[in-house]
């Protein structure tokens, strides 16, 4: 059969535009980007619960939706307000990639796709499992997810194969502590049960080059540092090995001291390292 | 993990909206929604076109896209301009479902949500394979299909399952045909080479009760007709026995005449039908 053509005029695709409303929104336990993994573990404890709007007819509209073990969620990327061609995803080597090549937030129109574990329904408030929404997201639409139309697991998944492929191979750099940072890592553990080092040294070992999302950046002509929840790392880099130089309170004094920022994570262990190591590498 | 609570006012949700412009349209050779198969046959060598609009950017984004074997399409349910609560599904027995545990285009948001073959890449158009987007239909977004984060096929799909184990199963009614409609079928194979006793008998078999998607309506007190395509029988119903009665054309003869529906399916033989078999049932 031949391939239709499309006989219509930019001028009039340009004219059309459809306005959607949230239908509801998620709470999750994510305040911030950097606690939204991009693959949950499914098998956490996590619950997520996504309550509708007291619209009339949405509580009606969940109707035979408790017998699905998964829906979709449509929802909105409300926190990016433009779109990139390119742009770089969080994981694997760093590599721009075709926006419509990936999930990435910066899309022309800012839509986000989610399949999520449906573990209830209550009246209007749908429980769900694991997903990577930040609190407070808002969903335009939920499908049930049909596994006769939606799942195929052969499918082809193009750069996203490889990038698995190399992260489940051997690491490619090995990662070792000088002597600041080992005592340091020490007394963080000892003293204020604080250790990032195995997440740190699995992050280093697969790439150690700057990454915005990974939060590896260049400092000087031969540091770098990464980010690790709340706190920092400085590293050096020779040939495939890596060096980690000196731990570092995520945060600036000016910060941790605003009674505005008490709730920051690890904020007293962070103060303490301040006044034990002060701006070593600044 | 406790489950988060939700803290905004019902008046800060309902304040947000977010406008989208198509990114391209799709043809396909679909003109109707009859011709939509809600399921097409993969295997079935249908091409369609995803042609992006000439906006800076568009053709760069899809670089690293050609080596996902299917992709994600986000669409407008464009000729849908309400939404209700409860729908009927066009498959399975006559009873409404939350439109939240259907795909049915009656949403709040019309957003539709299809899963295609990516079969070629060519400069701003994307060749597909099978899918169910009548011609013309404004996509929004495009996603790889990526099936370690997509693929779920132990997934349990609630109501849609009983419909498919109740299809698979022995058919529900016998399917006679009474002289006349035998006569017409005949004349029809012989005379236009039309031939849509297969289809009818699987539908009727199945479930010969009213159904709006399936075209099957009430014609007084004891008849019924059924549409096949620019076809209609009339049948009646006893028990567990369908009898059809009579086949008609499925148009009217003001619209077979109208030069207007020259193109119309069949039209020389509906003309044909109606000229010997002049309005039995009416």
């Known amino acids: 059969m031949r391939a239709a053509v499309c006989s219509r005029t930019h001028a009039q695709h340009l004219q059309s535009s459809l306005t959607l409303r949230p239908i509801g929104f998620i709470s999750t336990h994510k305040q911030v980007k950097f606690q939204a993994l991009h693959q949950p573990a499914e098998d956490e404890p996590e619950?997520?619960?996504?309550?509708?709007?007291?619209?009339?007819?949405?509580?009606?509209?969940?109707?035979?939706?408790?017998?699905f073990s998964r829906v979709w969620l449509l929802w909105w990327f409300h926190r990016n307000a433009s779109w990139r061609p390119l742009v770089l995803p969080p994981r694997g080597p760093a590599q721009r990639r075709g926006v419509f090549a990936t999930r990435s937030p910066h899309r022309p129109n800012p839509l986000g796709l989610t399949p999520v574990q449906l573990l209830g329904i209550e009246g209007r408030r749908l429980l769900l499992g694991p997903c990577d929404l930040v609190d407070g997201t808002p969903v335009f639409d939920i499908k049930p997810y049909i596994p006769a139309f939606d799942a195929f697991p052969d499918a082809g998944g193009g750069w996203t194969e490889e990038v698995?492929?190399?992260?489940?191979?051997?690491?490619?750099?090995?990662?070792?502590?000088?002597p600041l940072a080992q005592s340091q890592a020490e007394w963080l553990l000892a003293t204020w049960e604080v250790d990032f080092r195995p997440r740190l040294i699995e992050l280093l070992a697969i790439d150690p080059t700057p990454h915005r999302t990974r939060r590896i950046r260049r400092r000087g002509d031969v540091l770098f540092t990464i980010g690790c929840g709340a706190w920092k790392a400085v590293f050096s880099v020779a040939g495939k090995v890596v060096t980690v130089l000196a731990l570092e309170p995520g945060y600036p004094l000016r910060f941790l001291n605003n009674p505005d920022y008490e709730e920051l994570p690890d904020r007293e262990a962070?103060?303490?390292?301040?006044?034990r190591w002060p701006e070593q590498f600044r």
């Open 270 to 275: 962070q103060l303490a390292c301040w006044a």
């Open 47 to 67: 619950r997520n619960v996504l309550e509708l709007l007291p619209e009339p007819g949405y509580q009606q509209a969940l109707k035979d939706l408790a017998g």
């Open 164 to 178: 698995e492929a190399a992260l489940a191979g051997p690491p490619q750099f090995a990662v070792k502590f000088a």
